[in-house]
C-alpha cells in the first residue's frame, strides 16, 4: 500500500481532479483531503495522537485557503517538532514571486504551479509520486 497523502485544498473541484489524477497513474494509498488549515491541523494532531506510523508522507498544499492560509499552515507545520520532517509541496495558481519567496522562505519543500487540465494534472501527480513517494527517503522522526 501506498503512504498516505494530506491533500489541503478549498476547491472540491481541484481537489477532485488531483484525486483523479493520482489514481489514474496507479496510486492506491489513501489521500485525505481537507478544506482549510485548522482542518488539517486538528487531522495531523489527531494522527499524532495516534501514533507516528499514521502521519502522511506528503503534505500537498494550496496556499489560498480559508480560516489559516497556506503560509500560516505551513508555518506551523515546519515550527512543529514532530510534523516539520513531513515533505509539504506548495501547489498554487499564484505565480507571484513573493508567494514562492515566501513558501521557500518557511520551508515549503517544493512550489508547483497548480496544473489547469487533467492530463497536466496527472504528469504533476507522476512526478509528485516518482520523486516524493518512490525515490526520496523521509524519515518523519
Not at 495531523?44 to 489559516?68: F, H, S, V
Not at 507571484?96 to 497548480?114: F, G, P, T, V, W
Request: glycine content about 4%; proline content about 4%; aromatic content about 8%.
Amino acid at each position: 500500500m501506498d503512504a498516505p497523502i494530506l491533500l489541503v485544498e478549498d476547491s472540491s473541484t481541484d481537489a477532485a481532479i488531483m484525486l483523479t489524477a493520482f489514481r489514474c497513474i496507479g496510486y492506491a494509498g489513501h489521500i485525505e483531503i481537507v478544506k482549510d488549515g485548522i482542518q488539517a491541523l486538528n487531522w495531523l494532531e489527531q494522527l499524532l495522537r495516534n501514533g507516528i506510523a499514521d502521519l502522511p508522507r506528503l503534505i500537498l498544499l494550496d496556499l489560498n485557503l480559508p480560516r489559516k492560509s497556506g503560509h500560516e499552515m505551513l508555518q506551523e507545520i515546519k515550527g512543529h517538532h514532530q510534523l516539520r520532517r513531513i515533505p509539504v509541496i506548495i501547489v498554487s495558481s499564484s505565480s507571484r514571486e513573493d508567494d514562492i519567496a515566501k513558501s521557500y522562505e518557511l520551508y515549503a519543500n517544493a512550489y508547483i504551479a497548480k496544473p489547469i487540465v487533467l492530463e497536466e494534472y496527472k504528469l504533476t501527480a507522476q512526478h509528485i509520486y516518482d520523486f516524493w513517494l518512490k525515490t526520496a527517503k523521509v524519515q518523519l522522526l
